[in-house]
């Protein structure tokens, strides 16, 4: 097997357990829930294909919804995600986005961080509005997008400086 691989099983393992375990258990004021599992989708390699990425994302999302009796609402958030994610690093990156995603945990810049965010945001308005699925809470909806979405983002640009590798 090689590298990359293993650290993309270890990386899917991790981060489930940790949505189920920990972050499925934080809803602070009764109403905001990370869900940096989505960390996966978003720091998948660049060099492969788009169906394998929506395939894998379909099965990362499946797994949340069978722990969480979800009924495919995370399935759903991570098949769209996976399906823009290419268009969101062109937004973010420019149409070079290859050459400069080498390495995207290197270090935390501007152009990270509106990647991260956008894909977030998408996920969380996919993720709450087939959750809820009433237009008659919309105010909640939104609410709940724009304060787990900050929540989430927070989270993710944590974890994601704690895995980048250490300057020799």
Not at 104 to 114: F, M, Q
Not at 120 to 131: A, G, M, N, P, R
């Amino acid at each position: 097997m090689n590298n990359t691989l293993l650290i993309n099983i270890f990386r899917f393992v991790i981060l489930i357990l940790l949505q189920v375990v920990l972050f499925n258990n934080i809803e602070l004021f009764g109403f905001i829930t990370p869900y940096p599992y989505i960390l996966f989708i978003i720091l998948y390699p660049l060099n492969t294909n788009k169906a394998g990425l929506i395939t894998i994302s379909f099965f990362l999302g499946l797994i949340l919804d069978i722990f969480n009796n979800s009924g495919g609402v995370h399935a759903a958030a991570c098949v769209m995600l996976a399906y823009f994610r290419e268009s969101f690093l062109k937004i973010s990156f420019g149409v070079s986005y290859e050459y400069h995603m080498l390495r995207i945990t290197n270090k935390i810049s501007s152009e990270l961080i509106t990647y991260v965010a956008i894909s977030v945001i998408l996920h969380h308005i996919v993720l709450l509005f087939l959750e809820i699925f009433s237009f008659g809470f919309i105010f909640e909806i939104l609410l709940r997008i724009l304060t787990s979405s900050v929540f989430t983002i927070i989270i993710i640009l944590i974890m994601i400086s704690l895995i980048k590798p250490s300057k020799k």
